[in-house]
């Protein structure tokens, strides 16, 4: 049974298959408009969510599926009355042909996938893992600069629980000579964990204290928001704040992306800037998640 549960899951091949679907699909809208129209997805959003529940609604739709949603299923399904999640994939894999869940839990998705009843496509895994959302940050990188190999990468904001983060530097160490430079608040700062791994891979992370010691010529910087929902206490606003006099220090070519949304990070004054890329990112995002699911229920 085919899943998206991980980062870990891909290869540098396997990138390649779903960003050429990615491109066939928006290329070829019309071929693929009934795809999946003897299907029906299910969408479980325990967290709250614009762009990855709308988009993959709407990528179902697109390929003629049909859905069944719920929003707020922390709330409005049997899990608020105790039922695991386990047994909620095992009835919906009556109802349904593929399950797109996002939950607090960082295993939500492998518990999910245990079940072997159904594919599951992986929407937020609390603070661990965020992979669609990896993939259309990669597609953006790579339909913006033409290849991965070589990127300079900062990444910025919340690099403690900011899932999204987690997901694409994993997906970027399996290219060559790339280099990544964090810069956020001390009590946000990159898990060990996710700098050994990045070592293991040849990557030496950089720790950047200010915008004057990341590189001039960066090829993208990846800002992101403190997931203040994931911490108790006050650790104060981010610091560090691309507007428009910080942007114009960096090269015309880099190009500035965030998963959304954003709070105070990224100034709105760089919107009409042609590196803010952050709108366009999200849009690849449904050719991507389009792409996902035709994998995933076998009709690539
Ligand atoms: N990037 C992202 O996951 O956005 P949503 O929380 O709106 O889905």
């Not at 529940?53 to 922390?74: D, V, Y």
């Not at 940050?137 to 690099?159: N, Q």
């Amino acid at each position: 049974m085919k899943h998206v549960l991980s980062s870990d899951q891909y290869t540098r091949e396997s990138l390649e298959e779903v960003f050429a679907l990615a491109d066939k699909v928006r290329t070829h809208q019309e071929e693929y408009k009934n795809k999946l129209e003897d299907k029906i997805i299910a969408i479980m959003f325990y967290e709250p969510s614009t762009r990855t529940r709308l988009s993959f609604e709407t990528a179902a739709l697109k390929l003629g599926a049909k859905i069944i949603t719920t929003e707020n299923a922390g709330e409005f399904s049997s899990a608020a009355k105790g039922e695991t999640i386990q047994d909620t994939v095992n009835v919906i894999s009556g109802y349904a042909d593929a399950l797109v869940i996002r939950h607090k839990s960082v295993t939500s998705a492998i518990d999910a996938a245990s079940v072997e009843k159904m594919p599951i496509l992986n929407a937020g895994a609390g603070k661990g893992e965020h992979p669609t959302q990896a993939l259309l940050d990669l597609y953006t990188i790579k339909r913006k600069r033409g290849k991965i190999d070589g990127a300079k990468v900062a990444i910025l904001g919340d690099l403690l629980y900011g899932r999204t983060i987690h997901s694409l530097i994993k997906l970027l160490s399996l290219y060559d000579n790339i280099e990544i430079y964090g810069l956020s608040k001390d009590v946000f700062a990159l898990p060990q964990e996710y700098i050994d791994m990045l070592k293991s891979r040849g990557i030496e992370y950089k720790k950047c204290n200010s915008f004057d010691e990341l590189p001039k010529d960066l090829d993208v910087i990846y800002h992101t928001r403190i997931q203040a929902e994931r911490f108790e206490g006050d650790f104060g606003k981010e610091e560090f704040i691309i507007n428009k006099k910080v942007l114009d220090t960096f090269s015309s070519n880099t190009i500035l992306m965030h998963p959304l949304p954003r709070v105070i990070e990224i100034s709105t004054d760089v919107d009409d800037d042609p590196r803010a890329c952050y709108f366009e990112q999200a849009h690849n995002g449904l050719y991507v998640r389009m792409a996902l699911l035709l994998q995933v229920l076998d009709r690539a």
